[in-house]
């Protein structure tokens, strides 16, 4: 069964950061892309980053710059590092297998003063 938990999500304060994991399970983790997205109260998903198999990466505009996404394939982890958050980057934020709609429960990002 695949699993995919995420954790390290929190209150902070505009231009603040936080690294949030995604623990992986039930799937060969080291060959598949995975990706972020987000969800902002009353809105639809929005993709923010993904990874390939191969460690390349690509960023919705809206956080080009700012995060960072990678991974671990001898945790079975994927991370994303988010810098210089902004009010606008609040949400819940899942990571997904990339081809599928398998997502995590979340982990709830707010940005504010």
């Known amino acids: 069964e695949v699993q995919l938990v995420e954790s390290g999500g929190g209150l902070v304060q505009p231009g603040g950061s936080l690294r949030l994991s995604c623990a992986a399970s039930g799937f060969i983790f080291s060959i598949s892309g995975m990706s972020w997205v987000r969800q902002a109260p009353g809105k639809g998903l929005e993709w923010v980053s993904s990874i390939n198999r191969g460690a390349s990466t690509t960023y919705a505009e809206s956080v080009k710059g700012r995060f960072t996404i990678s991974r671990n394939n001898a945790k079975n982890t994927l991370y994303l590092q988010m810098n210089s958050l902004k009010p606008e980057d609040t949400a819940v934020y899942y990571c997904?297998?990339?081809?599928?709609?398998?997502r995590g429960q979340g982990t709830q990002v707010t940005v504010s003063s």
């Open positions: 997904q297998r990339l081809g599928t709609s398998v």
